[in-house]
T-cell receptor, first 109, second 115 residues
Framework: QQPVQSPQAVILREGEDAVINCSSS?????VHWYRQKHGEAPVFLMI?????EQKGHEKISASFNEKKQQSSLYLTASQLSYSGTYFC??????????FGKGTKLSVKP | DAGVTQSPTHLIKTRGQQVTLRCSPK?????VSWYQQALGQGPQFIFQ???????QRGNFPDRFSGHQFPNYSSELNVNALLLGDSALYLC??????????????FGQGTRLTVV
């Protein structure tokens, strides 16, 4: 089951904050976040694990609510380099990542 | 470390033809997953290989097949190409982890155009 991301697109000015949400109808073992810039491969940002452990990016934070089967990615004091499409991936018990449709973030000067 | 490498980077094929895409995983990784990414969409899981066996498969027809070699590299084969198969094909490598505790590293992808 593909996770649902919201919003579909966000436009920010440099220095503004954004939140990207990811929800699933199935129980989550972990949530992965990736960023993809135009014409490039998705790049790993963060993994959120059951029990609250996080692994990944220094300047981007995220939360994982296991009961609600939701995760949120928090982008604070956005920089131009944050522009791209953000994907959440939910890890199935079988061991593969299922990605959402993505949230396109545009940071303007 | 070269990371995940895919070849070729671009490919143009005619409807009905067959295509083979290749992937070399990141050093130390034993698991290779293939994804299809249409324009403006998220990567769609095709299948995953571990120990030369297909472990999991997404909702793709049998025209999509794959292989993993003893050195962990992998191939994706698509037969009887359709126009709708035009997409970016991504390979991701990781260490097998059923609990989802390890990240996947993606290659730059192969842009397949079917005409």
């Amino acid at each position: 089951q593909q996770p649902v991301q919201s919003p579909q697109a966000v436009i920010l000015r440099e220095g503004e904050d954004a939140v990207i949400n990811c929800s699933s109808s199935k129980a989550l073992y972990s949530v992965h976040w990736y960023r993809q810039k135009h014409g490039e491969a998705p790049v790993f940002l963060m993994i959120l694990l059951k029990g609250g452990e996080q692994k990944g990016h220094e300047k981007i934070s995220a939360s994982f609510n296991e009961k609600k089967q939701q995760s949120s990615l928090y982008l604070t004091a956005s920089q131009l380099s944050y522009s791209g499409t953000y994907f959440c991936g939910t890890h199935s018990i079988q061991g593969n990542l299922i990605f959402g449709k993505g949230t396109k973030l545009s940071v303007k000067p | 470390d070269a990371g995940v490498t895919q070849s070729p980077t671009h490919l143009i094929k005619t409807r009905g033809q067959q295509v083979t895409l290749r992937c070399s995983p990141k050093s130390g990784h034993d698991t290779v997953s293939w994804y299809q990414q249409a324009l403006g969409q998220g990567p769609q899981f095709i299948f995953q290989y571990y120990e030369e066996e297909e472990r999991q498969r997404g909702n793709f027809p049998d025209r999509f097949s794959g292989h993993q070699f003893p050195n962990y590299s992998s191939e994706l084969n698509v037969n009887a190409l359709l126009l709708g198969d035009s997409a970016l094909y991504l390979c991701a490598s990781s260490v097998l982890d059923r609990m989802g505790n390890t990240e996947a590293f993606f290659g730059q992808g192969t842009r397949l155009t079917v005409v």
